[in-house]
Each structure stands twice: as C-alpha cells, then as structure tokens.
C-alpha cells in the first residue's frame, strides 16, 4: 500500500504560487516499489564486507534518483553519532557519471568529481605529508597540472580510505558503458570493483537497463556484486494497477489547491503517458501544475495534463526499452533447468531430474538427427489442407 497522507498544507495556500510548486516538487511518496528497492539497497550496504558492487537497474524515470537521495539521508542520519566523534568522516559520497562527448567514458573527469564531491581541498595540489617517498611526491606533484587518470585514481583511493563512507552512489552509471569496444566493458567494471575492495567501500551503480551490458561478465564480478531490480508498475497485474491508482489519489491530494482534482478518475491516461513509472509521472505532473498557477486556476484540468503529456511515440520508444530490460533480467524455468543440466543434477541421457525425477525443459524439442517428434498419428482421416487460408 502507499503511505497515507493528509493533504495539502492548509497555512500554504496564500503563499505565492512558486512556494507552492516547491512544496509539491519536494513531496515524494513511499510506494511499494520505492520501499523494496530500499530495503534491499541498505541489506546490501550493511552487508558490504561481502558485496563490493551493487547495480539498481530499472526504467528511465522510475525513481531511481529519488532512491539514491533517499538513500543518503538514511545514512547521513544513521551516522549522526559517529559522525560527531569522527569530524574528517563522511557518511556517503554520491555523484554522477557524465556522458562522454564522444569515444569513451571519461575516468579522469570521473575521479576529479569524485573528489570535489568529497570536497577534498585542493584537489589539483595533491602534497604528500613530509618524509614519503621520492616518486610519490612526483606522483602527487602531477596533479598541479594535467594529472592522469591513475593519479585521480590513486587521490581518489586515498580520500575513500580517509573519509571512509559507508557507500559511494553513482547516479547515471549506464554512461559508463559507453566505451568503443567490448572488451573495456570489462576494464570499465574492474575499475569499480578494483576501488571498492581497496577501500573497503561498497559502490552502488543507479542505471537504467542499459546497464545490463555490464551484468554477469565475469564470475568474480557476479559473485561479489548484487542486482536489484527497481521495476515499474505493470497494468496487467491487478495489485500494480490498485497501487498505481492509490499513488495518482496521493499525488492529488498533495497537490496544491484548496480542493484537490480527482485525479484517479483518469488515472488510464495517466499510467498510459507514464508507463507506470512513478519518476515520469511525478515530472507530468510538475510540468502540467507549473502552468496551471502561472494562470491561476484552482485546479488542475485535463488540457493542463494532455499540454504537457509525452507524445504517443516517446512512450512507445520508452516502454519497448522497459519491456526489453524486463524479459532479460526475468529467470526463466528454462534456463534453471539448463543450469542444472551443467551442473550434473540432470542426467543428460533421460533428460530427467535426478532429484525430482522430472523431465527437465532443456531436453524439449531436441531429437537427433533423421529422429521423429513423438505425437500421436491420425487414423482414418483424411489430409487437411491449409491452403490459401492465410
């Protein structure tokens, strides 16, 4: 169920109208799938001496942004107490990837921001303390100028092991895949994961499914990495469309003006022009309430909403990604089955489970060469032609 809620601040409605968009841009709502998403991101966090790499996969405009936020103000809070014995610690480090230009993500950009972020000072004239090695002072003398990636990389380990932060949030991660060969797919996630058990520093990579080129590519990577899948609402599924109904009722009443719309009545072409993604609903609706108090209705209407509702095609294009990215992180039976069969728990002459003893699904529609289908065979009745009926 969604969290319930009173409505819109009575005190705020003669407030000027930018005051009351503030409020409703700040208003989230803890729906089912925000609340899974983070209940399985701090098990994953808390259990960091065993998971380096931790990938939040979903849609575009899910809430993905919304659970990295929420996620540092959980462990800012719960690090209030160590936070105050310890003032050079801190409790979270969240940034972005950027999108390169053009050819491969940019680690040296990357790093750089990491340690503004971490709000390192002077972050371009690195010093080591006094009696360090020679090299090393070269080393950090390098970043005064036009300091390399691995001299990033190398402040960046040093600050991490500092500063020690409970997880490094990194928004936008899909733009780390884009790389200009397959093979530095790999490079790109060692990096991660290479920092990580340096530091002692689980890292958390926000993505939509595009970060699925990164998913299994190694067995080292998959076994110290955990895949949370932040999934959106699907209308087939009567519990979806019951919660996606009570989140446009919550988004209503929040928003502001002395009576509420009835959102829920249209709530179809709501979930139609968002996908059922909370993230691109929440958008629409800022969007559409934005001009309605510029023109200073009392309400929001229809025409508010279709004025700034995605077009038909960029749903379409949205949604197909979203079906995509569904179906190739869905376990099938099939692919247990054929797990099993590599692993010596089906016997690879019956096609039997030897535990079970059931016909396992990977032997399905195989036969040898030259060798019929088993079927049952027509008697007495004469062939049917099919014909020209297409």
Known sequence: MVTATEGFPRELLPEVWTARLAYFQSYTIAHPRLVEAKQKLMSAIQESNRNSLVMILGPTGVGKTTLRVKTEQILTEGALSELEADRARIPVVSVEAIAPEYGNFNWRD???????????????????PAGRRNEESEFYASLASKASAAAYRYAVEQALHHRQPFAVLIDEA????????????????????????????????????????????????????????????????????????????????????????????????????????VGILKDWLVRALTQALKMGRTSLMRKDLEGHALSVSQCEKMLSEAVEGELRLQESEEGRSRLRTRLGLVDSDTGRDR?????????????????????????????????GNL
Not at 110 to 128: A, D, H, N, S, T
Not at 359 to 375: I, N
Request: charged content about 30%.
């Open 174 to 277: 899909q733009h780390m895949a884009k790389v200009t060969s397959g093979r530095r797919l790999l490079d790109q996630l060692d990096v991660i994961k290479s920092i990580a058990n340096l530091t002692s520093t689980v890292h958390v990579l926000f993505g939509t499914y595009d970060l699925l080129a990164f998913h299994n590519l190694n067995g080292q990577l998959s076994r110290r990495s955990v895949d949370i899948h932040f999934r959106r609402y699907q209308a087939e599924n009567e519990e979806d469309r019951k919660v996606f109904v009570n989140i446009v009722h919550s988004f209503a009443q929040r928003l502001p003006f002395a009576e509420p719309p009835d959102l829920a009545e249209d709530w179809e072409y709501l979930y139609e022009r968002s996908i059922g993604c």
């Open 110 to 128: 990357q790093f750089k921001r990491i340690l503004l972020q971490m709000r390192e000072p002077l972050v371009g004239y690195k010093c080591p």
């Open 355 to 387: 535990v079970s003893g059931r016909k396992s699904l990977t032997r399905r529609g195989r036969a040898r060469p030259g060798q019929r289908r088993p079927k049952r065979d027509g008697v007495g009745k004469p062939a049917v032609s099919y014909a």
